[in-house]
Each structure stands twice: as structure tokens, then as C-alpha cells.
Nanobody, 124 residues
Framework: QVQLVESGGGLVQAGGSLRLSCAAS????????MGWFRQAPGKEREFVAA????????DYADSVKGRFTISRDNAKNTVYLQMNSLRPEDAAVYYC?????????????????WGQGTQVTVSS
């Protein structure tokens, strides 16, 4: 089992940047494919980005391609989401998730573990 703790959220102006971190407990972090999702008020949770166990493969939602970058440091048991050129529509609670699988996926129900989320607010 793994516990996930997100950090790095906050208030930023449109066009600004934030870097989210997700620290995982346990010794088997490199066994998990990782994902970032977000949920805005009144909306369903949506996929943002995912990264494979080794970090070789990544996937992004079309809405964030070219602006967000997912990465991981298995030695630090941490996955990151660098968010640049933020827009008001990026405002949401951001969650990291872990999946016991070789494959990455955009489907939230296929992730086994979730963090508590971190709030990102973007002012226009």
C-alpha cells in the first residue's frame, strides 16, 4: 500500500507557474505508474497527466499539452507536475494517484491510491 501527499498548490495569476509535488510513502514507489487529475467545483474529476514507472512514457490531456510537464524522481519517491502559462480554467483541486501497473492510463477508476488533493487557484 502507498500513501500520497500533494503539496505546492496556491494562488497564482494567469500566465504564472506552479510546481506540484506528490510524495509517496513506502519502498515500492517505482512499481507504480502515476497520474495527476483535477476536479473543479461542479465538474467531474478529469485526467491531467500520467507517467510510467520508469518515467519513460508520459501522457497529457490536450488542454495542458505544451504547458504542463509531469516528471518523477524514484529515489525521492516523488512525482511532480510543472504547470506553466496557467489559465483561469486550470483552477481546481489537483490530485495525484498511483496505479499498480506497467501501463499508464487516463481513466481515474483504474488508479488504486489517491492523495488528498491540493488547491490551485488562478486569478485573471
Amino acid at each position: 500500500q502507498v500513501q500520497l501527499v500533494e503539496s505546492g498548490g496556491g494562488l497564482v495569476q494567469a500566465g504564472g507557474s506552479l510546481r506540484l509535488s506528490c510524495a509517496a510513502s513506502g519502498r515500492t514507489f517505482s512499481s507504480y505508474a502515476m497520474g495527476w487529475f483535477r476536479q473543479a467545483p461542479g465538474k467531474e474529476r478529469e485526467f491531467v497527466a500520467a507517467i510510467s514507472r520508469s518515467g519513460t512514457n508520459t501522457d497529457y490531456a490536450d488542454s495542458v499539452k505544451g504547458r504542463f510537464t509531469i516528471s518523477r524522481d524514484n529515489a525521492k519517491n516523488t512525482v511532480y507536475l510543472q504547470m506553466n502559462s496557467l489559465r483561469p480554467e486550470d483552477a481546481a483541486v489537483y490530485y495525484c494517484a498511483a496505479r499498480v501497473s506497467v501501463f499508464i492510463t487516463t481513466t481515474p477508476t483504474l488508479y488504486n491510491y489517491w492523495g488528498q488533493g491540493t488547491q490551485v487557484t488562478v486569478s485573471s
